[in-house]
């Protein structure tokens, strides 16, 4: 797996991956780094949701999530991110627990409960 990151000029910094660009920035043209970082847990915890509802024939139009961040006044750091499901009036009620089950399998929330090394290197003439 590789992907490139590179400086397309002022503050804007872009990663390519299978020849798609994640474009960001810190001016509000693009999503910040952190924005994305943040945004990629509740997506993904989407994703798995969209796909639980799609196998049983569960329309998503109407599902919504709601991600909230609770962030430590002294160190400026996120302590906890909540994700809150608004299923429609008549998703049925043996799917609800279900749907946070698919949840919780998001590969994002695993990858942060058990983070990977970060190496930063320079590369060699």
Do not use: N, W
């Not at 627990?97 to 949840?103: C, E, G, Q």
């Amino acid at each position: 797996m590789l992907m490139e990151i590179v400086f397309p000029g002022d503050d804007r910094v872009e990663a390519v991956a299978d020849g798609r660009v994640i474009a960001t920035d810190q001016h509000g043209a693009a999503p910040s780094p952190f924005e994305l970082f943040l945004a990629s847990i509740g997506t993904c915890a989407g994703i798995y949701v969209a796909r639980f509802c799609h196998r049983r024939g569960l329309p998503t139009d109407q599902l919504r999530i709601r991600q909230r961040m609770t962030m430590d006044p002294a160190t400026r750091m996120i302590e906890r991110v909540e994700l809150e499901f608004d299923l429609p009036d008549d998703f049925p009620d043996k799917y609800r627990s279900a749907v946070v089950r698919a949840a919780e399998q998001c590969a994002v929330k695993k990858h942060l409960a058990r983070p990977p090394e970060i190496a930063i290197t320079i590369a060699e003439a």
